[in-house]
């Protein structure tokens, strides 16, 4: 009897519910800490000028949920980030929330942080720039 070939169709169905499992998690992730003290202020609403800044992390195109994931443990635990917030490709470029500065030519995926004070932007830049998954890290003017 000859071996039994795998089913492509059941092969291609199990990597598509990994990859949504995969994006449900990071969903989780980002709905979490959203919801943690100081989270619930969207950084894109206004503050009070001259206290806190904003910080913008654009996210390559082939970004993968793990990436995400290592960025965004790179922004949450840093006692100078007091939120941080996910925005869509699609409300990237439209989003009249997010300043001129930090708003990209481009739709592309980006994470939006609240930053208490200027030396965690130079902190937050040096630990992000040239990490797999960041295209550039901008601070809003």
Not at 44 to 68: E, R, W
Not at 84 to 101: D, E, G, N
């Amino acid at each position: 009897m000859p071996p039994k070939r795998p089913n492509k169709v059941l092969i291609a169905f199990l990597a598509a519910g990994g990859t949504l499992l995969g994006l449900g998690a990071i969903t989780v992730a980002i709905a979490l800490m959203m919801s943690r003290p100081g989270g619930a202020n969207s950084p894109t609403t206004p503050s009070p000028a001259g206290q806190q800044k904003l910080v913008a992390v654009f996210l390559n195109d082939d970004v993968t949920p793990t990436q995400m994931r290592e960025i965004l443990q790179t922004l949450d635990p840093d006692p100078g980030v007091i939120s941080v917030a996910y925005v869509t490709p699609q409300h990237s470029k439209t989003s009249t929330q997010l300043p001129p500065s930090i708003r990209p030519s481009q739709p592309t995926a980006l994470f939006v942080a609240r930053i208490r004070d200027t030396a965690t932007i130079k902190t937050l830049r040096q630990r992000l720039a040239g990490r797999p998954g960041v295209q550039d890290v901008k601070d809003a003017e």
